[in-house]
């Protein structure tokens, strides 16, 4: 196993997404978390946010509760690796952050579990159909919800295109951001946006972003045909519950 180097700051921060902001956090901290202890809050954080426990949220809130779930997602598997590194007397801490290889990345996909048992009796959205019809792993899903949303125009860029807010608002509404807390929500609570301008943005980025599907062709997990097959499929299984959904 190579030595793996670790951003501090990064650390501390996937530690407060992941055991709250009260956490006191130093090297000590970094040197004592245990993996028992991360996926023991990583399971009481999916409780609240997991996709499958937001069946009856309308779609907008449905994403909004999605987006803290994948920071939450984020934060343990990079705390989970680095406990793994640090154990194994691999890692270095510093203020530089580090990057693994593609090669590294497309080996990990194939210790990522694939869905077994019977697709949910409810409307899927495309990607959640990939996985629970077992033909994409759990993280490969959830590397391609957060690829199709960083190609989608940005929340703030809209806003402000739109004259919803100004830059010095917007720096603000960043600035006050707490972490995991959805964008739009931070507008909202600091009175700088309404639900109803928050919900129009979101779904302005949702029409203008790339089919979910690309993500699972590029990188190599499914072919164009089979995809296109899986999405007849996707089709008739929406039908049977009354779903226009395609994204």
């Known amino acids: 196993?190579?030595?793996?180097?670790?951003?501090?700051?990064?650390?501390?921060?996937?530690?407060?997404?992941?055991?709250?902001?009260?956490?006191?956090?130093?090297?000590?901290?970094?040197?004592?978390?245990?993996e028992t202890g991360i996926k023991s809050a990583f399971r009481q954080g999916a409780l609240m946010t997991h996709?499958?426990?937001?069946?009856?949220?309308d779609p907008i809130e449905k994403e909004q509760k999605t987006e803290l779930f994948i920071n939450l997602n984020n934060a343990y598997q990079?705390?989970?690796?680095?406990?793994?590194?640090?154990?194994?007397k691999k890692v270095i801490i510093e203020g530089i952050s580090s990057t693994i290889s593609n090669t590294q990345q497309q080996d990990n996909y194939n210790l990522?579990?694939?869905?077994?048992?019977?697709?949910?009796?409810?409307?899927?959205?495309?990607?959640?159909?990939?996985?629970?019809?077992?033909?994409?792993p759990w993280k490969?899903?959830?590397?391609?919800?957060?690829?199709?949303?960083?190609?989608?125009?940005?929340?703030?860029?809209?806003?402000?295109?739109?004259?919803?807010i100004n830059d010095?608002?917007?720096?603000?509404?960043?600035?006050?951001?707490?972490?995991?807390?959805?964008?739009?929500?931070?507008?909202?609570?600091?009175?700088?946006?309404?639900?109803?301008?928050?919900?129009?943005?979101?779904?302005?980025?949702?029409?203008?972003?790339k089919k979910i599907g690309e993500f699972f062709y590029i990188n190599g997990f499914l072919t164009k045909e089979k995809i296109n097959s899986l999405y007849h499929e996707f089709i008739k299984h929406n039908i049977a519950f009354k779903t226009k959904k395609i994204f």
């Open 51 to 57: 996709p499958d426990r937001l069946i009856h949220l």
């Open 140 to 164: 490969a899903y959830i590397d391609a919800i957060v690829w199709q949303r960083q190609q989608r125009p940005r929340f703030g860029d809209i806003a402000k295109k739109w004259k919803y």
């Open 168 to 209: 010095d608002n917007m720096r603000f509404v960043l600035k006050n951001r707490t972490i995991g807390e959805p964008i739009g929500e931070t507008a909202i609570r600091l009175s700088f946006l309404t639900k109803l301008q928050v919900r129009t943005i979101i779904l302005h980025q949702r029409m203008n972003q």
């Open 112 to 136: 990522y579990r694939f869905y077994k048992g019977f697709l949910p009796k409810r409307e899927l959205l495309f990607g959640e159909f990939l996985y629970y019809s077992g033909n994409v």
């Open 1 to 34: 196993m190579d030595i793996l180097r670790f951003d501090i700051n990064k650390l501390f921060m996937s530690c407060r997404t992941l055991f709250g902001e009260d956490v006191q956090l130093n090297r000590q901290f970094l040197e004592y978390i245990q």
């Open 78 to 88: 990079d705390l989970i690796n680095f406990v793994k590194a640090r154990d194994n």
